[in-house]
């Protein structure tokens, strides 16, 4: 079971911090990704941890930071200068059997949490 928090409303060019919370398996050998579903758009894929390395949509590289402790069962997503084209739902996923060629398909993750909408204003 997945748990993300941490959206929010925050103006254009601000941060902001979501977590991601996994209970009933072990965490440590779990893939974490995070994806965002924006009004009237598919689901596209934002940034994973998958075996120790992390890897991010290249539009988002360098805006974006995913990290994650295994101590808290929590990765987070760390969003900076944000834009108003940011504003989605983002979503947490995990898998435990990933390979590299699936791991920006959010077909491929079998546990999702809820969602956090996070709103950016211009």
């Known amino acids: 079971q997945l748990q993300a928090s941490g959206g929010g409303l925050v103006q254009a060019g601000g941060s902001l911090r979501l977590s991601c919370t996994a209970s009933?398996?072990?965490?440590?050998?779990?893939?974490v990704g995070w994806f965002r579903q924006a009004p009237g758009k598919e689901r596209e894929f934002v940034a994973t941890?998958?075996?120790?390395?992390?890897y991010y949509a290249e539009s988002l590289r360098g805006r974006f930071a995913i990290s994650r402790d295994n101590a808290k069962n929590t990765v987070y997503l760390q969003m900076n200068s944000l834009k108003p084209e940011d504003t989605a739902i983002y979503y947490c996923?995990?898998?435990?059997?990933?390979?590299?060629?699936?791991?920006?398909?959010?077909?491929?993750?079998?546990?999702w949490g809820q969602g956090t909408l996070v709103t950016v204003s211009s």
């Open positions: 996923a995990a898998d435990a059997g990933l390979i590299m060629s699936s791991i920006r398909n959010g077909d491929n993750y079998d546990y």
């Open positions: 009933g398996r072990t965490f440590r050998s779990l893939s």
């Open positions: 941890s998958w075996r120790g390395n992390t």
